[in-house]
């Protein structure tokens, strides 16, 4: 279908991003704002604004979904496992208002710990912790929601993002440990710059239904990419701790990291979304991240 309309929910740094490239297709592109602070920045780049909090299904009415492409980025809530911020969106849209497409960004992490192994969109989900339970939720809220309404759903199962602004320089500089090598489990990334274009690719090319795992195909371990990031800033590397030191001196959501391994296959997104890469590995995705960071 055609860019012309476009909504964003949770329109942080991907957001923008999404949002940049959709005007450059000529896109109306709106975003739904908690405050006029956050208003005044998406103004200053081009972008009109909608007041309404996903926390507060009243503020939700005036949501501009009819016909809109729908890039749904905001993230659940804290706690439980479910989103009831997905169903707060689900609830505004009103008949007749309905959106011409959603595209979900998801975790890869609903697949829980893979032992390695590569996965595809076919690989069971497994979701291990409640951030990943919950992003399964919102998932299948949704798909169930968007057969219902005939609303074209894309899923879009998201690695570690990074680029400008979003290096580990400062963790590292902190003194933060990583795993050590030996123990360290396969991790995958994406790009900032490539999943913004997976995005507008799924609006543009995604199908009812359809799920695509989002990675640049490269797995590695997160002590390399700590390493690599290291490296590439010209700081010292990050001390390396053996897992049971790892459960002593780690915050849970780093300790979730490393504790499940995964390589993602990305040809669905590659070949369905007719994908070329902006950064398909590690070293080229720094440089540029640190040129314009």
Known sequence: MAIDNVLIIGCGDIGRRVAALAKEKRATVTALVRSAEKGELLHELGVATVPGDLDDPETLGALPTSGAVVFYFAPPPGGGITDPRVRSFCAAVSPKNEPGKVVYISTTGVYGDCG?????????????????????????????????????????RVTGIYGPGRLPVRHIAEGQPVLRAEEAPLTNRIHADDLARVCIAAALRGQAGDIFNVSDGQAGTMTDYFNAVADAAGIPRPRQVTMDEARQVMSPLMLSYVTESRQMDNRKMIEKLGIRLLYPDLASGLRASLEKG
């Open 116 to 156: 390695g192994a590569v996965v595809t969109e076919e690989t069971p989900v497994n979701p291990q912790t409640a951030r990943a339970k919950r992003r399964l939720d919102a998932e299948t809220t949704l798909l169930a929601w968007g057969e219902e309404r005939n609303v074209p759903v894309v899923i879009l």
